[in-house]
């Protein structure tokens, strides 16, 4: 904590948590839009950060740390909340203060982490989340009995309604004189308590490790499954030598080493628990969540259920997002007509109208498209109903030698593989979580989405099918099942060659059923449409730019414009990969879209727009989708683009790895090339051979 000039007080306080106790939801609560989200130096971790200033001039950095159950340190996530408040974490000062967000319904279990982080004695408030909840269930909290146990205030609050936040700030105010009296209240048996004394000990002389920080490094050092040799560089020889002595004694005495320091804080737990919460039947309630659970997660109708809302959400984007994407599109048009009159004819005018506005146009009109869809997956998971989609699609999983929880992160896939990939970190087994990265990009991710409304748009016919849904609606639908339906396949393949294994135990909470905040789904879609706009302002506008110049140099100094074309740079690089693609049914302006957008999926986009926007420079009213419908081949005489085209163009894009971004974050996840080479062959093969058979079969169907 730190006074300025100005008397403005510095906060830096963390939020912690269980997986869905609402923290986010909290957060968002707190900060509104004042929040900023980047990554962890090194890791692949989101960061959250938020401002707010409080009455009495402090203004607080909140810093939104993954949800975790224990500060174990066994998986990534949690690695990432220990090291941010052990002080290890680069660019991430201590925390000053913490927010301990507790799911009310389910204390008893939230309890053990609030204890770890008592016993490293920070200044801590806690703030009982989902009240409302926990009292339609009839769990009543004696809430000054549990401060006094803890020794540290306890809020209750409900972040989805606002309720409690006011509470709160007003904690945050002086949460420094907060120092909690309930550390380290539990007992272990006494020869485990002498070595663990010693262990503290030695990590303050020999390591220089300060308290309250010595005694986690102890309780990891004794319980660890890892082999001493891995903290060599960690720790000093004599303490690692101590710690060695230490497992023979307590292995010899018949301790469970992983197990003595969980079951002697749960003892403590169960005392707390005891004294400060009591239930209260109430069936009404409970009866509800279950009769919801009977029909969503049933054998049949949960499937029904499932598809039904699958079907509903691609529906709505289509119907929804037209008009907002014709204003768009329109405001687009209209800027680049603006600029053309300001800008005389020439190389400058062509750059800025055909390349950089046409460009990032071309990809920004497909927006409200991309925010619906997060809108509805936002929903779903807020409501709970995505657990409920992870159990009954655990009897599917299981076919391919999978469990649901790989459901989860392929779920999340289906709008980004990068925390899709991220989210595999929650599956225990190493072979499962290997498996699930390399087929989670088979999922068909909002980059593809301006790739399929385009074509969708311009070549499958607006017809109403089965009664409620139209032709291009249930051509989307198609394409993501085909790229679940190819993932699975992929699963069992791999599953039974390259990374044998059984079927683990599916173990997963369900969260209790909730009403969404609006704040936090808004939120949720701003975050995202900034940083849809920002890759447009920046890759995509570089790679317009540089796409510009491609297509227009060497110049010809006559001829048509696809004779231009053609000579430019772009046209001899297409007309050189053309063979190959051929097969395909695809032209060079295809191949040319295809190799430009293997940076990121939605170039493709952008590539087609530059191209045909410098060769119909004179007709700038005419939109991307209406030349695409009018491009003739001029060696064949036939168009360009069909749905056969439109639909091979899709079925390629659901199975190829068209992102940069995404085989990074593979390397990371898997530390090194070798898994990311080998995704990006596997499905780069697969969409060439999955696109030749469907050219191959739509040819016979309509010849």
């Known amino acids: 904590m730190v006074e300025t000039d100005t008397k403005i007080t510095l906060l830096n306080v963390a939020i912690v948590g269980n997986p869905n106790c609402g923290k986010t939801t909290l957060f968002n609560a707190l900060t509104g839009l004042r929040q900023k989200v980047g990554n962890y130096p090194g890791v692949t971790v989101e960061k959250k950060e938020g401002k707010i200033v409080l009455k009495n001039n402090t203004e607080v950095s909140l810093l939104d740390l993954p949800g975790t159950y224990s500060l174990s340190a066994n998986s990534p996530d ?12 680069p660019e991430t000062p201590i925390p000053d203060a913490i927010i301990c967000v507790v799911d009310a319904t389910n204390i008893e279990r939230n309890l053990y982490l609030i204890t770890q982080i008592l016993d490293l004695e920070f200044p801590m408030v806690v703030a009982l989340n989902m009240y409302d909840v926990a009292q339609l269930e009839g769990i009543s909290i004696d809430i000054p009995a549990l401060e006094k146990m803890l020794g540290v205030p306890c809020i209750p609050t409900v972040a989805s309604k606002g309720i409690g936040i006011t509470e709160l700030r007003n904690v945050l105010q002086s949460i420094s004189s907060y120092k909690p009296t309930g550390i380290r209240q539990w ?41 001493l040799e891995t903290f060599k560089h960690s720790y000093s020889d004599e303490t690692l030598s101590h710690v060695k002595r230490d497992y023979e004694r307590l292995n010899a005495m018949g301790f469970n080493r992983q197990s003595v320091f969980v079951e002697s804080r749960y003892r403590w737990i169960r005392q707390i628990y005891k004294a400060t919460v009591t239930h209260n039947k109430v069936n009404h309630q409970i009866s ?45 048009n209209a800027l680049g007509n603006l600029v053309g009159t300001i800008i005389p004819p020439g190389d400058l005018h062509d750059l800025i109208v055909n390349g950089a506005i046409g460009g990032v146009g071309a990809v920004v009109t497909f927006l409200p498209q991309i925010l619906l869809l997060f809108l509805f997956l936002g929903l779903l998971e807020d409501t709970g109903y995505m657990a409920r989609a992870a159990f009954i699609m655990d009897r599917v999983m299981g076919k391919v030698g999978l469990h649901g929880k790989s459901f989860i992160p392929l779920l999340s896939s289906f709008a980004c593989a990068i925390p899709g990939i991220m989210a595999t970190r929650t599956i225990e087994n190493p072979r499962d979580r290997l498996i699930t990265i390399l087929i989670a990009p088979l999922m068909s991710c909002s980059a593809r989405m301006p790739v399929y409304t385009l074509l969708i748009a311009s070549f499958i016919p607006n017809i109403a099918v089965l009664g409620f849904l139209n032709l291009p609606a249930l051509v989307l639908i198609s394409l993501y099942l085909l790229g679940l339906s190819t993932a699975l396949l992929m699963a069992l393949v791999f599953k039974k060659t390259l990374l044998k294994g059984t079927k683990p135990p599916f173990i997963l909470e369900m969260p209790p059923y909730r009403i969404p905040s609006l704040k936090t789904t808004l939120l949720r879609m701003w975050e995202r449409s900034v940083l849809f706009l920002k890759r447009a302002g920046t890759i995509i506008l570089g790679v317009s730019i540089i796409l510009w110049f491609l297509a227009t140099y060497p110049k010809l ?20 990969i053309e063979p190959i693609i051929q097969p395909l049914g695809f032209d060079w302006k295809i191949g040319i879209g295809i190799i430009s957008s293997l940076l990121q999926r939605e170039v493709f986009v952008s590539t087609l727009g530059t191209i045909y926007n410098i060769e119909n420079a004179d007709d700038s009213s005419v939109s991307l989708r209406e030349q695409l419908q009018r491009d003739i ?4 005489g036939l168009p360009t683009f069909t749905a056969l085209t439109a639909i091979c163009i899709m ?4 199975l190829a790895m068209q992102c940069m971004s995404t085989i990074a974050v593979v390397r990371r996840e898997t530390n090194g090339w070798k898994w990311p080479a080998f995704q990006f062959a596997y499905m780069t093969l697969l969409a060439y051979v999955g696109t030749f058979i469907t050219y191959n079969i739509g040819l016979w169907i309509t010849s």
């Open 557 to 576: 100094e006559s001829g048509t414009p696809s004779e231009k074309l053609a000579h430019s740079f772009v046209g001899r690089a297409g007309h050189l």
């Open 633 to 636: 081949n001029p060696v064949t």
């Open 651 to 654: 079925v390629y894009y659901v």
């Open 288 to 332: 509800i969540h279950d009769k919801i659970d009977s029909i969503v997660t049933h054998r049949i109708w949960g499937f029904v259920i499932f598809f039904f809302l699958m079907g509903l959400m691609f529906q709505t984007i289509f119907s929804w997002a037209h008009y907002p994407m014709e204003l768009i599109s329109s405001g687009i």
């Open 78 to 89: 949690e690695k990432i909340v220990v090291d941010v408040l052990l002080g290890k974490m």
């Open 187 to 227: 007992t272990l048996p006494q020869p485990v308590q002498e070595e663990y004394d010693e262990l503290v000990e030695l990590l303050k002389q020999n390591d220089k490790i300060r308290l309250p920080f010595a005694y986690y490094e102890a309780q990891h050092l004794l319980t660890t499954p890892k082999q």
